[in-house]
C-alpha cells in the first residue's frame, strides 16, 4: 500500500478558509467512507478532527470540515486561527484491516 | 478519561529487537468495541500505521512491516505490546500507540523516540 498524497505545506491569513487536499485510489480513499484527519502539533500526539470522512469528534470546532470527492478527500479550516498552525494528516481505511496515512501538510497561518 | 501510555527502551543497537508497551488506564482493554494500534513517525518525517490488535489477539499488521512486527496484548495487565525485530537506523521515530475506533486513532498516547544507534 503506498502513502496517500498530500500537499507538503499550506498557507492562509486570520479569517480566510484553507482547503488540504488527500488523493489516493479506489482501493482506499476512493472505495470506503474512511478518512479522518489529525492535527500534529510540534512535539505534540496526534489529534483527529474529523472521521468517517466529515463527522467532527466532540470538542472539535465547527470550523473544521470534511469531504470527499472519488479518490480524493479533502479538509477546510475556516476563520483561520492563530492556533490551527500545525501539521495535518490524513488517513483512511485501505481494506483487508490495513489503514494507511498521508504525507502531511505544514499549514502556515500568515 | 481514557489514557495511553508508551513504555520501553530509548535506545536500542542495529539488529536487535525494539520492544515497546502501551498501558491503558481509565478503560478496559477488553471492550469489544475497540482495536489497539501502533503508529510510529520517524524525526521530521509523516505517520505511519505499524498493526492493530484486538483484545482477543486477533492482529493486522502493515504489509511492509510484517516480517519484523509482532504486536501482543495481556488483558490482565491492561495493556498492549509491540516488537519490531531486526532494527536499522531506519526504524529510528517516535513510536505511538492509540486506540483505534472504527477507524480513527483516539486517543493517543504522547509517544516514545526510540533511537537505533550502536
Known amino acids: 500500500q503506498s502513502a496517500l498524497t498530500q500537499p507538503p505545506s499550506a498557507s492562509g491569513s486570520p479569517g480566510q478558509s484553507v482547503t488540504i487536499s488527500c488523493t489516493g485510489t479506489?482501493?482506499?480513499?476512493?472505495?470506503?467512507?474512511?478518512v479522518s484527519w489529525y492535527q500534529q502539533h510540534p512535539g505534540k500526539a496526534p489529534q483527529v478532527m474529523i472521521y468517517e470522512v466529515s463527522k467532527r469528534p466532540s470538542g472539535v470546532p465547527d470550523r473544521f470540515s470534511g469531504s470527499k470527492s472519488g479518490n480524493t478527500a479533502s479538509l477546510t479550516v475556516s476563520g483561520l486561527q492563530a492556533e490551527d498552525e500545525a501539521d495535518y494528516y490524513c488517513s483512511s481505511y485501505a481494506g483487508s484491516n490495513n489503514l494507511v496515512f498521508g504525507g502531511g501538510t505544514k499549514l502556515t497561518v500568515l | 478519561q481514557l489514557q495511553l501510555q508508551e513504555s520501553g527502551p530509548g535506545l536500542v543497537e542495529p539488529s536487535e529487537t525494539l520492544s515497546l508497551t502501551c498501558t491503558v488506564s481509565g478503560g478496559s482493554i477488553s471492550n469489544s468495541s475497540y482495536y489497539w494500534a501502533w503508529i510510529r513517525q520517524p524525526p521530521g518525517k509523516g505517520l505511519e500505521w505499524i498493526g492493530s490488535?484486538?483484545?482477543?489477539?486477533?492482529?493486522y499488521y502493515n504489509p511492509s512491516l510484517k516480517s519484523r512486527v509482532t504486536i501482543s496484548v495481556d488483558t490482565s495487565k491492561n495493556h498492549f505490546s509491540l516488537k519490531l525485530s531486526s532494527v536499522t537506523a531506519a526504524d529510528t521515530a517516535v513510536y505511538y500507540c492509540?486506540?483505534?475506533?472504527?477507524?480513527?486513532?483516539?486517543?493517543w498516547g504522547q509517544g516514545t523516540l526510540v533511537t537505533v544507534s550502536s
Open positions: 479506489s482501493r482506499d480513499v476512493g472505495g470506503y467512507n474512511y
Open positions: 490488535i484486538y483484545h482477543i489477539g486477533r492482529t
Open positions: 492509540a486506540r483505534l475506533r472504527g477507524s480513527r486513532f483516539d486517543p
